[in-house]
């Protein structure tokens, strides 16, 4: 069986009073914004393709609820690749505690043509630009 693909944690987000609910802890909203927000640039730049849209979001399971003033990371990494869809799984927890915040096991973008169809992406495996860029260099 294929071992899943290890978790980069690379984005972080401080947890502002803007970002509060009235139990004054991170408001889900904004967080699921900011995952959104985040998993589409991952799919964007592993599809090569300004133009994905996300098609579902499986459940998601809030495990604590961070505070004002905490720092939160977001770990996002591609899972499967179909014919036109890239899908994903992301974790988000504490910085400083290491304490999870949030999972969400399947996150689903679709890979769309210019009229907003969806089209092959032909990607099999996670690439990264640094990759790309070294291959356009040879």
Not at 12 to 27: A, S
Request: glycine share 6%.
């Amino acid at each position: 069986m294929k071992e899943a693909p290890e978790l980069k944690f690379r984005t972080r987000r401080w947890v502002k009073p803007e970002d509060l609910n009235p139990n004054q802890t991170l408001f889900g909203g904004s967080l699921l914004k900011w995952i959104d927000e985040e998993a589409v640039i991952y799919a964007i730049i592993q599809l090569e393709n300004p133009h994905v849209v996300t098609k579902l979001i499986s459940e998601i399971n809030f495990i604590s609820a961070p505070k004002q003033g905490d720092i939160i990371e977001m770990g996002i990494v591609a899972t499967h690749f179909g014919t036109s869809s890239l899908t994903m799984r992301c974790e988000v927890r504490n910085k400083l505690t290491q304490q999870l915040v949030l999972t969400i096991d399947k996150m689903v973008f679709v890979n769309l043509d210019a009229t907003g169809q969806p089209v092959p992406h032909g990607k099999t495996d996670i690439s990264y630009v640094k990759d790309r860029l070294n291959k356009k260099e040879e």
